[in-house]
């Protein structure tokens, strides 16, 4: 009972914040700058709502607010993959191996248990865990360097790549603020659990281009990773 006690105080605190971050996602559609925080926000947004309608909307106004390439990383985080498609096998981090580099950057491995029992997902587990440090770091990634991260893990290779690329991910998960933290740890494992199915996301790419959603179902039959389809509409919208 004791040890469960500071998880419950957690996810309790995790909870109350919906309708601050309800209030946050839409400001996060208007920002200039596009950062992983705004990115999380509206992800968690999306679990708020049951229509589809307005899922689609928010994602597609999104992406539509940023730049081509933050559209195109942003989309693909979305889908739950750190990489292009066809590279995830390069990234090589398990949930088990998360897990283990935040338990000891907190020293809360004997609360493992209490946390994923009160924990919502995997990603809800990484931010009550990091939320036991002294203090949570301010949320200044930005979507490009995220991605320029995840990139350099996925490239690391040779001799004892493993245990390079684990420790490039303890410097990320330094960095980043909690909530950060678990929606890194969910790209990273391929479970967003924010209720965006494929064909959910090509309604939201053709919100964004303002294109049919037949056309961008025909792009996605030729292309599969689902942030080259952002940029292929993105580029047909421009010219």
Known sequence: MSRAAPANGLILRCRRRDRRLREEARAALISDV????DFAIVCQSLGQTQSRLQMAETVGTFLASLDIDEAEIAARFMAGRAV?????KRTKISGRAIWKIVAEMTDSADQGEDIFAAAEDFGEAIEMTLKL?????EPTLTIRELNE???AIAAIEGRHARDHKLDALRELFARASAFEA???????????????????????IARMGARPVSEVR???MLEADL?????IVLSRTAS
């Open 34 to 37: 596009a950062s992983f925080y």
């Open 84 to 88: 292009a498609l066809g590279g995830e």
């Open 133 to 137: 440090r002294a203090a949570d770091p």
């Open 149 to 151: 991260k995840f990139a």
């Open 182 to 204: 678990g929606y890194i740890a969910k790209i990273l494992i391929g479970e967003m659990r924010h209720g965006m199915s494929e064909g959910l996301m090509l309604e939201a």
């Open 218 to 220: 025909r792009i996605h």
């Open 227 to 231: 942030g080259r389809v952002v940029r």
